[in-house]
């Protein structure tokens, strides 16, 4: 089993739509969570931190949930710049090493 | 502020060569450098993490003669893929972390090798 696993997608949205990614985690020791944004042969660059207590950032809403080991992203309001790959991260316990999941791939259309 | 720079961007090399990467810090002193390989359609894997001035902790399965890599200042790492061969054709990325930084990584823009 993957330590994180998120669905690939690709989703296939249209501009002003919402949608969600999931994501979960199999070690329960693990620290800290965070979104990132990888765009087509770029590197990742962090969206956000996710918290316990759920944290928005304009259009995005991240939320924690430590008991399932689960990870959540809301992106409302698509936009066409918004089509990249969504990458659900874990810091683990061990010297700060970030476990990467797949990436989920969004594509906004017109 | 927190920018991590790599050379080259980009380098295609014959197999068996030797191809060394670095990573910098621009505006930070990194304490610990980490470099990770990404295929295509696959996730980042870390391959090792380095702290300056002490060997590197290589991740299981990485080959640590195959993969050397120095960080022999706070602000400078090199990876150097010895004998490269097709199958490490890849994007190679660092990211870099210090104090004062909330050990937050910052990503450099990757390295894409192609080995022929």
């Known amino acids: 089993r993957k330590e994180v696993e998120q669905d690939p997608g690709p989703f296939n949205v249209p501009e002003g739509a919402t949608v969600a990614f999931n994501c979960t985690y199999s070690n329960s020791a693990s620290q800290s969570f965070f979104w990132y944004r990888q765009d087509c042969r770029k590197e990742p660059k962090l969206l956000m931190s996710v918290y316990s207590s759920g944290n928005e950032d304009g259009r995005f809403t991240a939320q924690l949930n430590r008991a399932s080991q689960y990870i959540s992203l809301l992106i409302r309001d698509s936009k066409l710049s918004d089509s990249a790959t969504y990458l659900c991260?874990?810091?683990?316990?061990?010297?700060?090493?970030?476990?990467f999941g797949q990436g989920t791939e969004l594509s906004v259309k017109p | 502020g927190a920018v991590v720079s790599q050379h080259p961007s980009w380098v295609i090399c014959k197999s068996g060569t030797s191809v060394k990467i670095e990573c910098r810090s621009l505006d930070f002193q990194a304490t610990t450098m980490f470099w990770y390989r990404q295929f295509p359609k696959q996730s980042l894997m870390l391959m090792a993490t380095s702290n300056e001035g002490s060997k590197a902790t290589y991740e299981q399965g990485v080959e640590k003669d195959k993969f050397l890599i120095n960080h022999a200042s706070l602000t400078l790492s090199t990876l150097t893929v010895t004998s490269a061969h097709p199958e490490d054709s890849s994007f190679y990325i660092c990211?870099?972390?210090?104090?004062?930084?909330?050990?937050?990584?910052?990503f450099g823009p990757g390295t894409r090798l192609l080995v022929l």
């Open positions: 991260v874990v810091a683990s316990n061990q010297g700060g090493k970030l476990i």
């Open positions: 990211s870099a972390s210090g104090t004062g930084l909330q050990e937050t990584q910052y």
